[in-house]
C-alpha cells in the first residue's frame, strides 16, 4: 500500500508540482529578459535622461543629434548583447526544464532497474 501511495502522489501530485516548477521558473526567466520591451526599444536611447528639442546655432543641434545618436546606438548594442544573452538563457532553462521532467518520470525506475542489473549480474568497471 505504501508503494502504491508513493508512485500515485509521485505520478500525479508530486509531478503537477514539478511542472508547475518548471513553468514558475521559465516565466521568471522571461519576465527577467523581457525581451518583447527589449525589441520595442531596440533603438531608444540608452541611459539619456532629457533628449529633447534642441534649440539655438546650427552646430548645437548638429551636437544634440550626433549625442542622440549615439546614444541610441549604444542602447541598440546593448539592447542585442542582452537579447542574445537572454535567449541563450532561456533555451538553457527551457532544456533544463524538459530534462527535469523526464527525469522525474524515470527516477522510480532506478531502484528496479539496479535490481535486475544484479540479478543479470552486471558488475560496475569501477569496482
Known amino acids: 500500500m505504501l508503494v502504491v501511495g508513493f508512485f500515485s502522489w509521485w505520478y500525479g501530485v508530486g509531478y503537477k508540482e514539478r511542472f508547475l516548477l518548471v513553468r514558475e521558473r521559465l516565466a ?3 519576465d527577467y529578459f523581457s525581451i518583447g520591451l527589449l525589441l520595442k526599444t531596440l533603438f531608444a536611447p540608452y ?3 532629457s533628449a529633447g528639442k534642441v534649440r539655438g546655432p546650427l552646430p548645437v543641434i548638429l551636437r544634440a ?3 542622440r545618436s549615439i546614444s ?3 542602447g541598440a548594442i546593448v539592447r542585442i548583447i542582452v537579447l542574445v544573452m537572454g535567449i541563450i538563457v532561456i533555451t538553457a532553462v ?3 526544464g524538459i530534462i527535469t ?3 522525474w518520470a524515470i527516477v522510480p ?3 528496479l532497474a539496479g535490481l ?3 540479478m543479470w549480474g552486471w558488475v560496475p568497471a569501477w569496482s
Open 28 to 30: 521568471s526567466t522571461l
Open 47 to 49: 541611459k539619456q535622461i
Open 109 to 111: 525506475l532506478a531502484p
Open 72 to 74: 541610441r546606438i549604444i
Open 94 to 96: 527551457i532544456a533544463i
Open 101 to 103: 521532467l523526464l527525469l
Open 65 to 67: 543629434w550626433v549625442d
Open 116 to 118: 535486475l542489473l544484479y
